[in-house]
């Protein structure tokens, strides 16, 4: 089996790099889809299931870190009771920490039984341990980041200047407080890559050949990893 995480600088073109990996490598992109199905097979209710990724925190205030507050990220109702007494429907409502644990535990599932590629929610620290995923980090040089963003988003300098460095300073936030790391560690991967220098090819290239030096995981043997 195949499992990449991809840990990405927006405007990097790490989408674009995931998007090629995904069709080349025939893996499943990890994403609200996947969730679902993986949900449905241990019988959680889709209803219930929240994506929380970087892409949807948002920075907290002083406030918010002075005291330690989660925020409420979504809220649904579910049936509370027993045959003996009844059941009645309450409101649960679901806050960040819940939701990154959601996104966690489907993670591991799907490593179980997919080959897939995992960009962003913190999967180079939920698989960090797993000898057979390859964990790649994808950046570019600012510059070359902020004209990607001003032609692709119809973005102006300032508002590309502005959009990366909150980006920069969302994603490291998230990943410090939900999984305890530093985004920028070379040491969480296998693979740390610029595209300015190498191109979407190039990065492409060096992905595959990194991965036929990892051990190779069969369907049945998840457990055992």
Known sequence: MTVITMSRQVGAGGLELARKLCEDLGLAAF??????????????????????????????????????????VAEFSMWIGSPAIGYERRPRILDEYDAVRMVRATIQAAYEQDDMLVIGRGGQAILEYKPDVLHVRVVAPFEERQARLERDQSMTPAQARRYLQEADASTAEYLRMFHHIDVDDPTLYHLVLNTGRLGIEGAAILIKATLALLPRREPD???AA
Do not use: T
């Not at 993986?38 to 889709?46: H, L, N, Q, R, W």
């Not at 929380?52 to 948002?58: C, F, L, R, V």
């Open 31 to 72: 994403d609200k889809h996947m969730m679902l199905r993986v949900a449905s097979e241990v019988g959680i209710p889709p209803e219930q299931i929240v994506d929380y990724s970087e892409a949807e925190y948002e920075r907290r205030g002083f406030l918010d870190e002075l005291f330690r507050r989660s925020r409420s």
């Open 221 to 223: 043997q998840g457990n």
